[in-house]
């Protein structure tokens, strides 16, 4: 069985089709516990009234605590062998439950995870697996640094073997919002085995509806996430060089991990934040906190090592941490090594033209870098690009790039890959030297 657990506060508009969603599930064996955190409109009335047309949904009532306690009154009353979460304005298509159920089975999965798609005013948003996950069964210490936005960190998008979150006494955090990145950063180091469901999402987000905690952000609920995932674990991040007693970080370790998770999801905090007060307060306390644990970065990765600088070297005023300057800057630490690879080479194309094949041309133009011509996709949005950002280049198709050109410049490592597996071997995955938009 799989235990649904929603919270609900003031969403009555959504909460018919969420529960019909759930009742025309392919997949019939299921428990939907819905949690009324207190709401002032009619969720409640809405709630009992499928509870009582249907034993599998149960229904409490508790004061306004917010999502992270409602979230777990409903872990604790939850019976399914896996667990999943439900925002109570989203939708589920109606094999949504059973292809999770049968591929978690399928692989004896401690998380199976899918894709999501994102619902912003009316315009749905279909994102695909991350290219670093692999295609089968594996275990979060096989993934790299980037695992936690891999993997993504939320926590709705995730089916979750009851026994992990039970035995690791994994909770959601007391926070106003990003409440569920740390369940979901702890469920993901706490299982053996995970899969990732392929092709497009069954179930749909919706972002931006009024009243949503996201509207309301604080950044500083990420470094309270970080913080407590630093505490758990870094003392077990260690191991003891037979030379010497001193005590050696593992590469690409848990650490590693939860630093990608706090300078890289900081510059998504920066750009959400609608507040300029809020926003300067946490930057502040991040470098404040960056400055106190120095030790925490002694091995981290050279984009880690330049992000870290840039936080402690910059004003917030200076937004270097908007995407085309932080583009720019990773793209510049990386120039020597880019110049040599490009250099005397005829005819380099670039693949793929958006964030960061268009920081790439303007890297190439301020280094005196010589272009042949853009391929993607969709010329026509190449050349819109293009006139945007007045940069003077011809485009080409992706068939005459292969036929006339020496060297690929691929802008993202899907791209690499799509090229890699069709034979063409002189190509330059972009992604490895500027991985941070």
Same mark, same amino acid.
């Given at each position: $069985?799989?235990?649904?657990? $929603?919270?609900?506060?003031?969403?009555?508009?959504?909460? #018919?089709?969420?529960?019909?969603?759930?009742?025309?599930?392919?997949?019939? !064996?299921?428990?939907?516990?819905?949690? *009324?955190?207190?709401?002032?409109?009619?969720?409640?009335?809405?709630?009992?009234?499928?509870?009582?047309?249907?034993?599998?949904?149960?229904?409490?009532?508790?004061?306004?605590?917010?999502?992270?306690?409602?979230?777990?009154?409903?872990?604790?009353?939850?019976?399914?062998?896996?667990?999943?979460?439900? *925002?109570?304005?989203?939708?589920?298509?109606? *094999?949504?439950?059973?292809?999770?159920?049968?591929?978690?089975?399928?692989?004896?999965?401690?998380?199976?995870?899918?894709?999501?798609?994102n619902?912003?005013?009316?315009?749905?948003?279909?994102?695909?697996?991350?290219?670093?996950?692999?295609?089968?069964?594996? &275990?979060?210490?096989?993934?790299?640094?980037?695992?936690?936005? !891999?993997?993504?960190? $939320?926590?709705?998008?995730?089916?979750?073997?009851?026994?992990?979150?039970?035995?690791?006494?994994?909770?959601?955090?007391?926070?106003?919002?990003?409440?569920?990145?740390?369940? /979901?950063?702890?469920?993901?180091? &706490? &299982?053996e085995?995970?899969?990732?469901?392929?092709?497009?999402?069954? $179930?749909?987000?919706?972002n931006?509806?009024?009243?949503? +905690?996201s509207?309301?952000?604080?950044? #500083?609920?990420?470094?309270?996430?970080?913080?407590?995932?630093? *505490?758990?674990?870094?003392?077990?991040?260690?191991?003891?060089?037979?030379?010497?007693?001193?005590?050696?970080?593992?590469?690409?370790?848990?650490?590693?991990?939860?630093?990608?998770?706090?300078?890289?999801? &900081?510059?998504?905090?920066?750009?959400?934040?609608?507040?300029?007060?809020?926003r300067? %307060?946490y930057?502040?306390?991040?470098?404040?906190?960056?400055?106190?644990?120095?030790?925490?970065?002694?091995?981290?990765?050279?984009?880690?090592?330049?992000i870290?600088?840039?936080?402690?070297?910059?004003?917030?005023?200076?937004?270097?941490?908007?995407?085309?300057?932080?583009?720019?800057?990773?793209?510049?630490?990386?120039?020597?090594?880019?110049?040599?690879?490009?250099?005397?080479?005829?005819?380099?194309?670039?693949?793929?033209?958006g964030?960061?094949?268009l920081?790439?041309?303007?890297?190439?133009?301020?280094?005196?870098?010589?272009?042949?011509?853009?391929?993607?996709?969709?010329?026509?949005? %190449?050349?819109?690009?293009?006139? /945007?950002?007045?940069?003077?280049?011809?485009?080409?198709?992706?068939?005459?790039?292969?036929?006339?050109?020496?060297?690929?410049?691929?802008?993202?490592?899907?791209?690499?890959?799509?090229? /890699?597996?069709?034979g063409?071997?002189?190509?330059?995955?972009?992604?490895?030297?500027?991985? +941070?938009?």
């Open positions: $069985m799989i235990s649904i657990i $929603m919270p609900v506060y003031n969403t009555a508009d959504y909460l #018919n089709n969420s529960i019909k969603n759930v009742i025309n599930q392919s997949l019939t !064996d299921w428990e939907l516990i819905c949690i *009324d955190d207190g709401s002032c409109d009619n969720s409640f009335q809405i709630l009992s009234k499928y509870a009582a047309d249907d034993k599998r949904i149960r229904v409490i009532h508790q004061e306004h605590l917010g999502a992270g306690p409602a979230r777990n009154a409903g872990i604790d009353l939850a019976c399914g062998e896996y667990i999943i979460f439900l *925002d109570s304005d989203d939708e589920y298509k109606t *094999d949504f439950l059973s292809n999770l159920y049968n591929a978690a089975t399928s692989f004896d999965a401690d998380i199976c995870i899918c894709n999501i798609a619902e912003a005013d009316g315009v749905i948003c279909y994102l695909d697996k991350s290219s670093n996950i692999p295609e089968g069964p594996f &275990s979060f210490s096989e993934l790299g640094d980037s695992g936690f936005f !891999d993997c993504r960190n $939320m926590v709705w998008n995730k089916l979750i073997k009851r026994k992990i979150v039970t035995d690791n006494n994994i909770r959601f955090q007391n926070l106003t919002s990003s409440n569920d990145v740390y369940f /979901s950063c702890k469920a993901l180091l &706490s &299982s085995r995970i899969y990732h469901l392929p092709g497009k999402s069954d $179930m749909v987000h919706r931006n509806r009024v009243g949503q +905690i509207e309301n952000r604080n950044p #500083n609920n990420l470094l309270s996430c970080a913080k407590q995932l630093v *505490d758990e674990h870094f003392n077990q991040q260690f191991e003891k060089d037979n030379n010497s007693s001193l005590q050696i970080l593992k590469p690409c370790d848990i650490i590693r991990k939860i630093i990608e998770l706090l300078l890289r999801g &900081s510059l998504e905090e920066l750009r959400r934040a609608s507040d300029d007060k809020v300067a %307060a930057y502040d306390n991040l470098r404040a906190y960056i400055l106190e644990n120095e030790e925490l970065f002694d091995n981290c990765s050279s984009v880690q090592s330049i870290k600088q840039l936080f402690l070297t910059n004003t917030l005023e200076e937004t270097w941490w908007k995407e085309d300057k932080l583009l720019a800057a990773q793209l510049e630490s990386s120039a020597d090594e880019l110049k040599s690879l490009i250099h005397g080479v005829k005819k380099p194309v670039v693949w793929g033209i964030k960061r094949g920081a790439f041309l303007h890297f190439c133009l301020r280094n005196n870098i010589s272009i042949y011509a853009v391929t993607d996709r969709s010329i026509s949005k %190449a050349m819109d690009y293009l006139n /945007s950002s007045i940069i003077s280049i011809k485009t080409i198709d992706n068939k005459s790039a292969l036929n006339d050109s020496e060297l690929i410049i691929a802008t993202n490592s899907i791209i690499y890959k799509y090229l /890699s597996d069709n063409f071997t002189n190509v330059i995955n972009l992604e490895h030297y500027c991985p +941070i938009l």
